[in-house]
């Protein structure tokens, strides 16, 4: 059994910046985040592979985010730049096993779910 916990959401102006912070119990391969907007489907954001902490991005979010893990505290993290109101969502954090990239953004494949952390962009 995994537990995850979000932090760090709020509420930011366009163009600002959060980092998203997630904290684990229990060890699993791919640690990755997703969002949910209001009438809108879960949708993949980054997964980074553990240990080697390799990322994999969906396209749109490429350059504008980064996901890092810290072994040490088993944790991880999602710093988003130049942030835009559409990226006004619930994040979430979620754990699974080792699975293709192609599979990583896919939400099915996730085993653990934080509650989320909720992510609000004012233009």
């Known amino acids: 059994q995994v537990q995850l916990q979000e932090s760090g959401g709020g509420s930011v102006q366009s163009g600002g910046s959060l980092k998203l912070s997630c904290a684990a119990s229990?060890?699993?391969?791919?640690m990755a985040w997703f969002r949910q907007a209001p009438g809108n489907e879960r949708e993949g954001v980054a997964v980074?592979?553990?240990?080697?902490?390799?990322?994999y991005y969906h396209d749109s979010m490429k350059g504008r985010f980064t996901i890092s893990h810290d072994s040490a505290n088993n944790s991880v993290y999602l710093q988003m730049n130049a942030l835009k109101p559409e990226d006004t969502a619930m994040y979430y954090c979620?754990?699974?096993?080792?699975?293709?990239?192609?599979?990583?953004?896919?939400?099915?494949?996730?085993?653990?779910w934080g509650q989320g952390t909720q992510v609000t962009v004012s233009s």
């Open positions: 979620a754990a699974g096993p080792f699975m293709p990239a192609i599979q990583a953004l896919s939400p099915g494949q996730y085993n653990y």
């Open positions: 229990g060890g699993t391969r791919c």
């Open positions: 980074i592979y553990r240990p080697t902490g390799t990322p």
